[in-house]
């Protein structure tokens, strides 16, 4: 590397600043910093003359590191690396300043301390970046395939987008035909439609299907170029990295070749095994070779292993026009390689079994929701009668009960969201079809909270369906007079009700999807408490999880409607698309690494690593050393903080360079006060720092901020190092433990902090020194009151006297 | 049984919820489970478990303490065996007896079954008739109740200090 040549381009805002920071004499100060060769004051760098000003002296060869300071530092940093890296430096090479919010109109009431302060922050950073190193910039390949996990509602329409924008497309479905819970359901809220309609392919067979919603079966959906359908299929296992995954896929067999059965039907007809059909609700038998409904995809016959002779029997075989049973078909394996991987495996019924005293599972005539469906549905085992199941007889008189299993502390405590509107569905198509029906719905709260959705329960009770709110406590059955008694208790009037019903429908809770917690497993992603997939963020990443290049829709992170799924269906194809649509990822190696020499393979920082991106692998006999994924890195450096012997470091803020700054930060004081290290993190803690600068709330400029990626880099030594630098105090500001931006990080750097304290005790030094603060953007007023009361602590403390070994 | 109080406040729940057993009322979410799993309910209108859960909630301390619902409950601890929310309903009522106990609110039938355990260790007295019986079924007559040691635990637990009075509730 050639010598190290400093350029420091300080901004005064406008002559803003300049009206408190003496800039005459930080200029002075500045010059005679060691390695500085060039200086500029200016209106603003980060942008139009100011930024040719950095360019030039790049391109001119006068500087080769560069120090700006600059406002709102995280967007000028944008705009200068940029414009640096385009003038021919290595972008990393740079080190941006705040001397407006953290400096000058925080200590406005005080100029010349300010302007100490000032002098100080830009030494700390021309320190830095006499230490930085060039990073290099990496590209990572990523396929344009996606495997889409999950063959309902959700599967389909995100499978769709992607197809459609040209990704090639696999989508697993386990069952032997598509549609999910959805094609069960046959009817949804708000609009009473066919579950079955979906957004068919809008683009080239839009001129064959002419609308765009069509019935699964008529879609095209299986026509659409680059879409590869596989049922009876499941995903075994998972390697390799974002963007370049091999996913292994169990197929089992279906003994009906797809390509040749014509559905005509005459299979079932010599079948000899008749079986209680699962789908139906056991309302009605099926052969052991059989389809749904005549309205599935693919409309393509399937034996069930479980139940069938095979070659002892064969009359299936003998009878097939087009020769399309072949039963010596095998389970095959299917390996793919594909870039992004979609769970959109859905969501099931609770099993009310549980709950003894509703007797389900005992009392034919106690159903659920999903049973009451096959019912309403014209295809199904009853043709659209609705039946108690015991004799078959006409259900006259129904009583629904909601939260059966859900807003449950001993079984599922939350609220599945879409149970209320399923009962208000059912109830009026059962009341609009047969309207001497006597319908009750016992309630806790009715929630019919989405768009159109209180319309509906409206019409519900113009229609004359009954409301009790109150939980049942108990379902009996009189098996003489064939009658179930709900017992109940109205609440509104305060009255005990005993309901007399023939049919009595649960609405159990909503939960994930069978098999969730294997696929979790074998995609590496996390579980919430409730089971379900769990996203980045509820609010900003709802699609997408920590395992970077698999991301989420539909029910498999929580129950939803139908409309809700197909946002959340689109919205996974987006982020998926965007993902993948660059065919790379490109990003600087601001990543960790380690000294293969120091490592003792302990395995703590592949535990730590809030994004699997650390991996013991063989070095030699017996041995093993921590391996950094540049993928999977994000930088934040909570591994560097973990490693309990130094041998992991981030390439973008070395230990050195963090001395080096502090040593610089508490080189000058210029107040009466005690100095503070307040070591920030660079997301919320620094944005909290940034705002009470903003909103120009007043703290003493004894207080030196050194930002770092995360809290949790911080090691306990370097808390000792800043006492031995000559700070009276320090403080250390993190997000919110649960809002932390790398997750464990604020946590991480609580234990340090709680360490610290002990050994301080044990040093002689007053705990009380050091302490911990959490913060966020919207806090500026706790920085700047924390910071006074901080000094305030301090200076009852007296001066920190060390003795120097 | 009406609501007197014309204002709400959360002082008296949060009195039960710092005793023992009145940790959860406030749980609570009001699904009448068990009101409609009361064997004491279904034979008079004057005991709801629910309503003396919302009536604590809102605040109704008075109409509580010296009203005589709570005294109704006969422990049956369905309520509680089946509440979603897990609000450990029968105690809570315990809770409520406790508080009243100390406001010297105390019907006589408990009052008679404190004496018993303090002046003979038991709550139900040994009568002649029971000790016949037993002799004609060739069981042991009742052994009389070890005093000293009963009297020892009543004093450790702070029960021999409670002033059982006699109070409106009957």
Known sequence: MSEVKVGVFLSDCGKQLSKILDFDAIIDFVKNVSGVTYVARGSEFWRGQGLQTIVDSIKTGKVNRVVVAESVSKISEITITKAVEEAGLNASLVDVVDLKDHCAWPHRDAPSEATEKAKAMILASIERVKLLEPIEKLEFPTLKSVLVIGGGIAGMQTAEDLADMGFEVHLVEKESFLGGLAARAVRFFPTDDCAICIQSPTSDLKTVTNTSRKCVYRSGFSEIPNINILTNSKVVKVEGVPGNYKVTIEKKPRYVNEKKCVGCDLCTTVCPIEVPDEYNAKLKTRKAIYINTPLVYPPVYVIDAETCKFNECAKCVEVCPTNAIELNQKT???????????????????????????????????????????????????????????????????????????????????????????????????????????????????????????????????????????????????????????????????????????????????????????????????????????????????????????????????????????????????????????????????????????????????????????????????????????????????????????????????????????????????????????????????????????????????????????????????????????????????CKPDGCHYEVGSEKAKRKVDLAKILLKEYGIEPERLEMFNMVYIEGDKFAETARKMTERIEKLGLLQLISS | MTYEEKSVSSKFSDEIRHRLGGETIAFCYQCGTCASSCPVAKVTDKYNPREIIKLSLLGARKEIVAGDTIWLCCSCYNCQERCPQEVEIADVIYTLRNIAIQEGNVPDIYVAFAEGISNEGRIVPVSKFAEKKREEYGLPPIKPANMDALRKILQATSFSKIQFKKGEAQ
């Open chain 1, 332 to 734: 095959e394996q299917i390996t793919l390689d594909v870039g992004s991987i979609i769970v959109a495996t859905g969501f099931k019924e609770y099993d009310p079994s549980v709950i003894k005293e509703y007797h389900y599972g005992e009392y034919p005539d106690v159903i659920t929701h999903l049973e009451l469906a096959r019912m309403i549905d014209g295809f199904g085992p009853t043709n659209g009668e609705i039946i108690r199941p015991s004799d078959r007889k006409p259900a006259k008189r129904i009583v629904f009960v909601q939260c059966v299993g859900s807003r449950d502390r001993r079984w599922n405590p939350y609220c599945s969201s879409i149970c209320c509107m399923i009962s208000l569905k059912h109830a009026t198509l059962i009341k609009e079809a047969f309207p001497e029906t006597d319908i009750t719905i016992c309630y806790i709260d009715i929630r019919a909270t989405g768009r159109e959705h209180e319309y509906y329960y409206e019409k519900a009770r113009e229609m004359g369906i009954n409301f009790v709110k109150g939980r049942p406590a108990e379902i009996s059955h009189d098996p003489e007079e064939k009658v179930l008694t709900v017992d109940v208790e109205d609440e509104l009037l305060g009255r005990l009700l005993e309901l007399k019903a023939d049919l009595v429908v649960l609405a159990p809770a909503m939960v994930p999807a069978e098999g969730t917690k294997e696929l979790a497993e074998i995609l590496g992603l996390e579980l919430d408490q409730d089971g379900f997939f769990k996203e980045y963020n509820p609010k900003l990443r709802p699609t997408e999880t920590k395992r970077r290049g698999i991301f989420l829709c539909g029910g498999a992170t929580f129950p939803k409607d139908a409309p809700t799924t197909s946002l959340h269906a689109h919205s996974a194809a987006v982020k998926t698309a965007k993902f993948l649509t660059k065919g790379k990822i490109t990003k600087y190696q601001k990543t960790a690494v380690v000294n293969e020499d120091y490592c003792g393979d302990c395995e703590f920082c592949p535990v730590t690593c809030p994004y699997g991106a650390i991996t013991l692998v063989p070095k030699d006999e017996g041995h093993f050393v921590a391996q950094v994924s540049d993928l999977l890195c994000e930088g934040c450096g909570v591994c560097v903080g973990t490693c309990p012997v130094g041998a992991i470091e981030l390439r973008h803020l070395r230990p050195n360079q963090i001395s080096a700054q502090m040593k610089a930060l508490l080189s000058v004081n210029g107040t009466s006060k005690p100095l503070i290290l307040a070591i920030s993190c660079s997301e919320c803690g620094n944005a909290a720092v940034d705002s009470s600068g903003m909103a120009m709330m007043q703290y003493p400029a004894n207080i030196r901020v050194l930002k770092v990626p995360c809290a949790g880099l911080l090691q306990v030594q370097q808390i000792f190092e800043a006492f031995k630098t000559g700070a009276q105090g320090v403080m250390v500001i993190g």
